[in-house]
């Protein structure tokens, strides 16, 4: 019996990590219809790039001297736009653990039938 509640906690883990790449795919879906709002109010596009979230970031990566094909990558990754880079993030979030998931625990919850 102890056996089957130490080994619990992985599918729920995983699970919860499924959940959260949810939540930022619908969280970016939410900031691109406020910006779609905004544009129709005002007529204009508001540009939210990831670097004004992660400011200090943005300028470690400026203050390298080498590796520059990587600060490119970097550098356009942090100018995307905030919804775009949080949907794909929470979007392989999902997917990873998802594919983890059911190839770890292919019997887990199999009890129940549909």
């Not at 919860?16 to 779609?36: E, H, K, N, R, V």
Request: glycine letters at 8%; one cysteine or more; a negative charge.
């Amino acid at each position: 019996m102890k056996e089957k509640t130490s080994k619990n906690w992985r599918p729920k883990l995983f699970g919860a990590f499924s959940i959260i790449g949810f939540f930022l795919c619908a969280g970016s879906l939410f900031i691109w219809g406020y910006q779609i709002l905004m544009w129709l109010e005002n007529g204009f596009w508001t540009k939210h790039p990831v670097a004004e979230t992660l400011p200090g970031l943005f300028t470690w990566i400026i203050s390298w001297e080498d590796w520059f094909g990587v600060q490119k990558i970097l550098l356009w990754v942090l100018d995307l736009e905030l919804t775009i880079f949080y949907f794909f993030l929470g979007l392989i979030i999902v997917l990873c653990f998802l594919h983890i998931a059911i190839d770890r625990f292919p019997g887990e919850g199999s009890e129940q039938s549909w």
